[in-house]
């Protein structure tokens, strides 16, 4: 198969955030990917100067995006953007998403994927309408530790699987820093711009469907409590639940964001008859595994020792000893992306290993995490819910 730069517009990720660099940084890792235009501000002069910043020629950074679509379609068809990389507030997700969709492009979009259920029942109903792919960036389910413990869990190491613990823990929102002006915790804290979950939306997903991917198994239903810890904050910034999953297993899942002195502590423990597993975030590159019988394992990535399984060894860079982090978890996701667009375009099979990021479907099912915790977390009696379809 040639292998040929898919050519990515983008939506949001100005130099006023965060995480639009990280996205390009990701993209661009694995030279399959190449940035040529995008609308990366509501503001055109932060638009400009991102752009200009990200090397893009001035003639194709554009001041919205209706007009980047409009533009993009009068270029001849080899020098045209072939999809769109979403990096916006929550509220504006689903518009480009669904004008991308409908106007033949293939989509990467931040999570959670849309603003409310609504809106992402409608994307995936487009998605199977036009026969594009979605990616979702659960950025988490990226790290080569992380889908080591799914193929691990897969195979029975650890026998009929009874319990799951995951647990991620920010700081950062420990008080109302959203009222001196900081941009990102404006919008995540403002119910209007982030939809009904506010930590539960933001990180919360995250936790879920690290455990979901992992396990390889669905939440039936859950049992939440969502709090507002700082004074005044019209949405939730900690929550807990107890979770239910298929064939029995249950679950223990904690999120907050005023954990305070915590970074971005994410972690993730799974039991079964035979054994555990462990891994977090801080240390990336070991798995952990904790036997009945027999002295506790040091699993290490990239050192080629502990018969590691092919779908971690597919997303793995470098030799042990150097750590593959965040932004490497990221360029993961936009990799596997690439190549199955690239295949399919050739009319060829995407691998396993090629379609091994999260989709449409984990964009669904993240929306329905959310009405599902918030469902239970407020509710004026321990409850119950049952996965809001």
Known sequence: MENKKLRMGMIGGGLDGFIGAVHVRAALMESQIELVCGCFSVNPEISLKSGRYYSVSDSRIYGTYHEMFEKEALLPENERMEFVTIVTPNHLHY????????????????????????????????????GRILALTHVYTGYPAVKEAKERIKRGDLGKI???????????????????????????????????????????????????????????????ELKAFVPDRPIDDDAAAFLHFENGITG???????????????????????????????????????????PSEEIRIGNGFGNLSNLAKWNIRVPGGHPEGFIEAFANIYRNFALTVNARSHNETPTQEMLDFPNVNDGVRGLQFIETMVASGYSDDTKWVKWIE
């Open 252 to 294: 223990v899942l904690q999120t907050t964001q005023i954990a305070t002195g915590e970074e971005n502590n994410i972690r993730i423990r799974v039991y079964g008859e035979k054994g555990g597993l462990e891994w977090q975030q801080m240390e990336p590159n070991t798995l952990y595994a904790k036997w009945l019988d027999r």
């Open 95 to 130: 518009e480009p998403a669904a004008m991308a969709l409908d106007s033949g492009y293939n989509v990467v979009i931040d999570k959670p994927m849309t603003f409310s259920l609504k809106e992402a029942k409608s994307l995936k109903e487009k998605v199977e309408k036009n």
């Open 162 to 224: 009874r319990r799951i613990f995951v647990e991620y823990s920010q700081g950062w929102l420990a008080q109302r820093i959203e009222l001196l002006g900081n941009n990102n915790a404006g919008w995540r804290t403002n119910p209007k711009l982030s939809g009904k979950g506010g930590c539960v939306g933001d990180i919360g997903t995250h936790a879920w469907h690290l455990c979901e991917y992992v396990l390889g198994q669905k939440v039936i239903e859950l049992c939440a």
